[in-house]
């Protein structure tokens, strides 16, 4: 049932054929940042959207309200495990559902062209074929429990870097085999209700003008569905002549009454007002918005417990990328003294910064983690190196609200004569305001007071971090009056790494001090009026780095393991801005091979989202790639390291050596303009082709067992129309359960058109007990055949099929004619 039917069809059109034309074009712009319009003479209630890649944040961004925070995007996918991919979308249809979400705008599929992507994080993968496979998986997960999903952003929005008005200048070649590949399966197979445009242009015409909504979109894929813009994607009253469907936010827009007029006046004919409005109509009805019509799922028919699925999908997701002499799993009861040593140990990153963010209850943090599974053991912490920059909040449990007497803090929005307009009591001090009540656009101040009783004695640097002027009192007296200037340029780079405004504190532990720092909301960035974040606490002190690693290494040097926990943070790894380097933050590296020197028993964990260069990578005993793992990362990160979980991921994108080694890194225009000259060849594609060895291979992983694959037998031929088969044995020749990756390439040696060396055509994820044997049979589907050139094109003769588990360790080979 999803409202496709001729029957169906003449309902929503009899339905469409009540709403006068100024009723229609409200339809197609958003209410708000988050919601449609309603309509209550024809049934239809107001549809709330929401972020929700990684979790599902709902209406407002509010720790008052906190959500689920699964495992980033490239977790996911390192998981290479279609039914992990939609118990992932079907937890984020739950959280939806409570949350009273009707659209989660997810999952982000963009490919990993350049590791120096900001988004890097919340996408997939650097194949479109593993893309694609873990898009519809996710997209069948959110829909079968009966909330949209929406894979974005159409299309080669693979950059951050003048995001807005960069043209990608891209070949159909690529556009067909790569990047449209990444979506089209979530279309085709499992029928998205939504697909989001993206900002850019490609090849010159914005996204949400361009004919490539319609083709291959609608008139190829089959869709049916709304596409929404991206925030503010829409440009023109003229590109309602396209197939974009519904613009966001609202209420104001270049659509509404501009284009009334256009319609009466003939330059967009009402033929296109009408398609829109009733694609939106459907998906009103299937997510029982619309009176008359049942939702698809009137409840969620997949349901788990949130918080042990987001423990399990992180371990599922977490790559093991070096383990010398099986130093992990540690014997946990072995133990008497473990150094738990880095700055993301205490402040884990379990997400990455931007619209993808959300606010979870509780964070279970690596030092958490390992404390909770040794009891018995000593375990310390240092922090070794500062890796977060700027404001960091204060713990709540250190603030009082002096208006509560209750934790956390009280904020007030004033009118220019001091009135107030509003106000809240917050439980953080770190605030994003992205809809909701709060008057942003209409008030002069904010003003965010608390009494905080620090609990060490030493003179801080307490303030404010934003764009903007302000104000910072200490125990009634203005102590300091600043403006932060414009980091970035990007709305991203403004609220993801603001910059910082502070004044010196004296604090005594124990102490109290009443803090208020009062805001002009006149200066703030405006790049979306309804949009502001501001952080108040603490700006991080790096004046002792020597003493930090010193203690560091005293505490390596006295343990009998040392784990290392090395990462990045939201000024690295954020929407709004793309990385100019893969460096780890601050003095990381130097901690690792200290550390090492103290104590050779030396485990690293990578806590990031997206490749970081690891120079020290054959120094340690082993590491462990942990990514943005979610709101129960430390519990999963012990749960591998203490055996009790492997690490089930398999890597999705080229680690390097070097920077200078990636053959695709661009992303910054020229002129407006990114051209995408490497055309097919990214990622292993152009790792191959260069002929450079990497750190870290595609595909490359390892466990806690031992595997071998064997007898392998290829369908002898495959044609345009029929698709090829092979089988083969997997065998756990170890000791304890595991999972294994077995993935098929495809190459052509002989071919008569530029090829990669090799291509990814098909995969599985197998999981067999200690001993067990499996027989294994993937499909090569015909389209991994095919090359595009004004159609799909099927070049007759002999491919090479290698199988292994990665896509260079591939010992097993077959051959398949193409018919």
Do not use: C
Not at 211 to 223: A, H, Q, R, V
Not at 321 to 330: E, F, G, I, S, T
Request: aromatic share 8%; no cysteine.
């Amino acid at each position: 049932m999803t409202y496709t039917s001729a029957a169906d069809t003449a309902r929503l059109t009899a339905l469409l054929e009540r709403l006068t034309l100024d009723e229609k074009v409200q339809l197609l712009t958003g209410r708000d940042f988050w919601t449609t319009w309603p309509i209550e003479k024809i049934g239809l209630r107001r549809l709330l959207v929401s972020d929700g890649p990684s979790g599902v944040r709902g209406e407002v961004w509010d720790e008052r309200s906190p959500s689920l925070n699964l495992p980033s995007g490239t977790a996911l996918s390192s998981s290479w495990d279609g039914e992990m991919a939609a118990r992932y979308g079907a937890m984020s249809a739950v959280e939806a559902r409570r949350k009273g979400v009707d659209v989660v705008l997810g999952p982000t599929i963009n490919l990993h062209r350049s590791p120096l992507g900001g988004r890097h994080f919340e996408a997939f993968s650097e194949d479109p074929v593993l893309t694609a496979e873990m898009a519809a998986a996710y997209v069948a997960g959110v829909q079968d429990n009966g909330v949209g999903a929406t894979p974005k952003h159409y299309i080669a929005n693979d950059y951050e870097t003048e995001r807005f008005t960069a043209s990608t200048e891209v070949s159909d070649r690529a556009l067909r085999e790569l990047y449209l590949l990444a979506f089209e399966k979530s279309v085709t197979d499992s029928h998205a209700w939504l697909v989001m445009s993206s900002y850019n242009s490609i090849n010159g015409v914005t996204a949400t003008e361009n004919d490539l909504l319609e083709t291959p979109l609608n008139s190829e894929w089959g869709f049916d569905g709304v596409v929404v813009s991206d925030w503010t994607g829409v440009r023109s009253t003229a590109s309602a002549r396209a197939s974009q469907d519904l613009e966001m936010p609202g209420p104001d827009g270049f659509w509404g009454a501009a284009l009334v007029a256009a319609v009466r006046a003939g330059d967009v004919a009402e033929n296109d007002i009408d398609r829109k409005v009733l694609r939106i109509l459907r998906l009103a009805a299937r997510v029982g918005a619309l009176a008359g019509f049942d939702a698809v799922q009137a409840a969620p028919v997949t349901v788990e417990d949130g918080i042990a699925f987001a423990r399990e999908a992180s371990s599922a997701g977490s790559v093991l990328l070096r383990n010398v002499d099986q130093a992990l799993p540690l014997a946990a009861e072995s133990l008497r003294s473990v150094a738990v040593i880095g700055h993301n140990a205490l402040h884990a990153r379990t997400q990455g910064g931007g619209s993808a963010t959300v606010l979870p209850e509780k964070i279970v943090t690596p030092l958490d983690g390992i404390r909770s599974a040794l009891p018995h053991a000593e375990v310390s912490y240092s922090v070794g190196a500062v890796v977060q920059n700027g404001i960091a909040e204060l713990p709540l449990d250190s603030i009082v609200n002096p208006a509560t007497g209750t934790a956390g803090m009280l904020v007030r929005f004033l009118d220019a004569d001091g009135a107030e307009l509003f106000r809240e009591d917050r439980l953080a001090t770190a605030l994003i305001y992205f809809g909701g009540n709060a008057p942003i656009q209409t008030a002069h101040t904010i003003e965010l007071s608390m009494t905080w009783t620090p609990t060490d004695s030493a003179t801080v640097p307490f303030g404010f971090a934003a764009v903007g002027r302000g104000r910072i009192f200490v125990d009634g007296a203005v102590a300091h009056e600043g403006e932060g200037l414009s980091v970035g340029g990007t709305l991203g780079a403004n609220m993801m790494a603001p910059p910082s405004v502070v004044t010196a504190v004296a604090a005594v532990a124990g102490r109290p001090v009443a803090l208020k720092v009062e805001f002009d909301l006149s200066t703030r960035d405006m790049d979306l009026p309804g949009v502001f974040g501001i952080n108040v606490g603490v700006e991080t002190d790096d004046s002792g780095p020597a003493a930090l690693l010193a203690a560091a290494v005293d505490a390596a040097r006295a343990a009998d393991v040392a784990i290392v926990v090395v990462g990045t943070n939201a000024q690295v790894e954020s929407e709004g801005f793309d990385r100019s380097d893969l460096d780890l933050p601050g003095r990381q590296d130097e901690l690792v091979r200290a550390v090492v020197d103290a104590n050779p028993r030396t485990i690293v964990v990578v806590n990031s989202g997206s490749p970081v260069l690891l120079p020290w990578r054959d120094e340690v005993q082993a590491i462990l790639l942990s990514y943005f793992g979610g709101q129960e990362y430390g519990n999963a990160l012990a749960d591998m390291l203490f055996g009790q979980a492997e690490p089930g991921g398999r890597l999705p994108t080229t680690w390097p050596k070097e920077l200078t080694d990636v053959p695709v890194l661009d992303v910054t225009p020229e002129d407006g303009i990114l051209r995408y000259d490497e055309g097919i060849h990214i990622g292993y594609r152009a790792w191959l082709k260069a002929g450079t060895e990497p750190a870290f291979e595609f595909g490359f992983g390892l466990g806690y067992t031992e595997w071998e694959l064997a007898d392998l037998t290829v369908a002898p031929t495959v044609s345009a129309d029929t698709d090829g088969w092979l089988s083969l044995s997997v065998t756990n020749t170890g000791e304890r359960a595991g999972k294994q990756v077995v993935q098929v390439y495809l190459s052509r040696a002989d071919s008569a058109i530029d090829r990669p060396v090799r291509w990814l055509a098909g995969f599985a994820a197998v999981s067999l007990e200690a001993g067990a044997s499996a027989l294994l049979e993937l499909a090569l589907p015909a389209r991994a055949f095919a090359n595009w050139d004004e159609g799909w094109q099927y070049e007759a003769g002999a491919f090479a099929v290698h199988v292994g588990t990665s896509v260079t360790d591939t010992p097993l080979t077959g051959t398949v004619d193409l018919v």
